[in-house]
């Protein structure tokens, strides 16, 4: 064989290996997500955290044979917004019943009124929602809530009892 046929065949046989190890790798893996936790959103005692926005939650049951159905505590971390709070009577009483929703800083006392009065029939079942759209008359200060003050729902009026069903849930937005 010539020098010419060396070169020839040695520059075949290199342009196959290359081309073969070109076209038969394996492609790449495709990338996945890095798993594991996520510091935001956070849950903590009600709240949700998500990109520095706090959230808090609270929702109890009425409480019977008291004038104060519900007391929901505002959130302990920071100043706080009332953004919604509803008040929701399957049973109201067996008397005609005034609602009244405010502000204190005990769960035993209704001191700042957050809107207006709500009268409804003895045995009526409502729905109250109060949210940060100010009532006629009030200040726009009484939906903002020092840690730890109480939201409160109160029923009065009559001579019957107070023994109503349902459920009074509060949504707070922490001002930091």
Known sequence: MSINNWVVSL???????IG???????????????????????VI???????????????MKM???TTTVC?????????STLTSLTVDATVSSTTATTVTIAKANSGFATTTLIGNQVAFAA????????S????????????TFNPGQY????FSGGTGTFSPTGTCVGEWLVVR
């Open 11 to 17: 520059l075949v046989v290199a342009v196959a290996g």
């Open 20 to 42: 073969a190890y070109t076209f038969t790798r394996p492609a790449p893996a495709p990338q996945s997500p890095p798993l594991g936790s996520a510091s935001s959103p956070s």
């Open 45 to 59: 005692d009600g709240c949700i955290e998500v990109e520095g926005v706090t959230k808090c939650y609270r929702k």
């Open 63 to 65: 409480a019977a044979a």
């Open 71 to 79: 007391a929901l505590k505002a959130p302990t971390i920071a100043t």
């Open 123 to 130: 045995l009526a079942q409502f729905t109250v929602v109060a």
């Open 132 to 143: 940060t759209t100010v009532a006629q008359g009030i200040t726009g200060t009484a939906t």
């Open 151 to 154: 939201a409160v729902v109160g």
